[in-house]
């Protein structure tokens, strides 16, 4: 056994915690990975909470295996929407970059092209001895498991992986799309001023996609149960290429926006940012997914974006690899933070009444007061009665 895994494979009794969002209304700020200083605006976002005495003392004095000069080895795999589709995969990824600039850790990525190369693309990060690796998406959880359990001295980070048995080297990082899904639909059904909104969606097969999807019909139609809801699975592909198809996600917006939709959610990797590209040239409002997208998507189409269905991935990834450094790792289910970014440009356009609902409803979802009624998953029951 090599020494960093003797330093780093003794998993402790707690997990770190995930960074919490800031309140709705009380705070501003930008990409997870990037906290910045609390300002007056709506929206849900991260926020580095205040260093706690445990984490300064952390900062002064190196870890075991920083004293004796081994370095954590991180690695991460994608699944097929690739590192910069300024969504899903880059967000996570940027969780491990967070990790090499706070913690010192080594870290490596690779882009899966084909499905059939998920269990490749672990196994060469297992034979070049790294301590950590992190699996991109939901698909990767059946090929992260089985490797977890032939390697039980490495250790897991599965991104959207349920863990429906605990593995100890497997932690599985969730989250409930559904909320954010629900507050993107509250938000475009509170904005629209044609009582039409679309959503261009992943494959529904992929249960986070289903969750987010499920959730902005819920939450469209608790605002208004009259409003007309376009949403478009992109189900009739190979998932290979269900999350790297702009041009249809783009083509199908621009069907949704012709008959009638004023406000489109795009979630689904490349394809959903389709949405925003026809959002952008139809000058109407778009709602991004995952991350902040108004930070990731490119200067030439920020304008479009009212706000995001955010997941954070990037505090969640980085926590758990943390975890990992300093002895604290556990396996099983850990469920991230959800809620939606600020309206950065269109901050002024969006009523103070909405502003008020959609805090209300987030406070809601949190406390249990609000429900989505969504199902975990395509086909399976809703938890409502």
Partial sequence: MSMKRRLFGRAGAALASVLLLAPMLAACGGDAATPVPPTATAGLLSQDPAPTQEAMEAKETPTEGAAMGAKLKVGLVTD???????????????????????????????????????????????????DVIVTVGFALGEATTKAAKANPEVKFIGVDQFQAETVPNVAGLIFDEDKAGYLAGALAALITKTNNIGAVLGTDDVPPVWRFGEGYKAGAKAIKPDITVQATYHSDVDISKTFVDPEWGKTTALSMIDKGADVVFGAGGLTGNGA??????????????????????????????????????????????????????????????????????????????????????????????????????????????
């Fill in 80 to 130: 097929v929407g690739r590192l910069n589709d300024k969504s899903f995969n880059q967000s996570s990824w940027e969780g491990v970059q967070m990790a090499e600039k706070e913690l010192g850790v080594e870290i490596k990525a690779v882009e899966t092209v084909d499905t059939k190369d998920y269990d490749k693309n672990i196994q060469q990060f297992i034979d070049e001895d790294y």
């Fill in 276 to 385: 925003i590209f026809a959002a952008k040239e139809r000058n109407i409002a778009a709602i991004g997914v995952d991350t902040d997208q108004y930070n990731t998507i490119g200067d030439e189409y920020k304008g479009a974006l009212v706000s995001s269905a955010m997941k954070l991935l990037t505090p969640g990834v980085f926590n758990l690899i943390k975890s990992a450094q300093d002895g604290t790792f556990k396996g099983g289910n850990n469920t991230g933070e959800v809620g939606l970014a600020p309206f950065h440009d269109m901050e002024s356009k969006v009523p103070a009444e909405a502003k008020a609902k959609l805090q209300e409803l987030d406070k809601g979802l949190k406390d249990g007061s609000v429900k989505t009624c969504v199902s975990p998953a395509k086909g399976a029951p809703s938890p409502c009665p």
